[in-house]
């Protein structure tokens, strides 16, 4: 099964992800991550990413297509895979279809403004094994400022910051929402609420997909 979970930032696309991952047995593609991993290279080109991580903007098409073109070809992706931040503009969609991928089912998680505002403020990520926590939500971690996993130190991204995740929002709702009329019209868009608790919202989407 070939899965995308669309939504703003901060609606919870990694989170349930993780979820689904444990259940169907496929690996999670966070294109997130995989930049956040390559801004840590400190290469000429992550300097370049990194100019737009930090604006609020999108990283480039073409970069993306090229990651995540890479990472399918993996052997672990034979099965299936969870697509969570692609694609994030239409012309990422074609693209996607172009290599010859089907998709099963495309997750939207529909999050008001506000809610995101209060997620990002106490979003928390771990500097070692990458884990996320959240202060203010259901994902807080045991010991404050330490991850669950490893005891590393828990650290704010610098693309939460109240004025980034403004400019990220704007980008969303222009560049990324019509991405919920390009998939209505393949009938392939299932809408979840987002704003429920985390234990609702993650029933809801095991429902949609069939999974128990």
């Not at 991952?21 to 992550?46: H, Y």
Request: proline share 3%.
């Amino acid at each position: 099964m070939n899965i995308i979970f669309l939504g703003a930032p901060g609606a919870g696309k990694g989170t349930h992800a993780e979820i689904i991952k444990e259940k169907l047995g496929i690996p999670s593609i966070s294109t997130g991550d995989i930049i956040r991993a390559e801004l840590k290279k400190q290469s000429e080109f992550s300097k370049k990413m990194k100019e737009y991580t930090d604006a609020g903007q999108l990283v480039p098409d073409e970069i993306v297509i090229d990651i995540i073109k890479e990472r399918i070809s993996h052997e672990d992706c034979k099965l299936g895979f969870i697509l969570d931040g692609f694609p994030r503009t239409p012309e990422q969609a074609e693209a996607l279809e172009n290599m010859g991928i089907k998709i099963n089912k495309v997750i939207n998680l529909e999050v008001s403004d506000e809610l995101v505002y209060t997620r990002m403020a106490g979003r928390e990520v771990c500097q070692e094994c990458g884990a996320v926590f959240n202060s203010i939500t259901d994902k807080k971690p045991r010991k404050q400022g330490i991850c669950d996993i490893c005891d590393s130190s828990l650290v704010r991204r610098s693309d939460d910051q109240e004025a980034v995740v403004k400019k990220r929002l704007e980008v969303y709702h222009e560049q990324t929402e019509p991405l919920v009329k390009y998939y209505q019209k393949k009938d392939l868009l299932v809408n979840i609420n987002g704003n429920n608790h985390l234990k609702t919202a993650s029933r809801d989407i095991l429902e949609v997909l069939s999974v128990t």
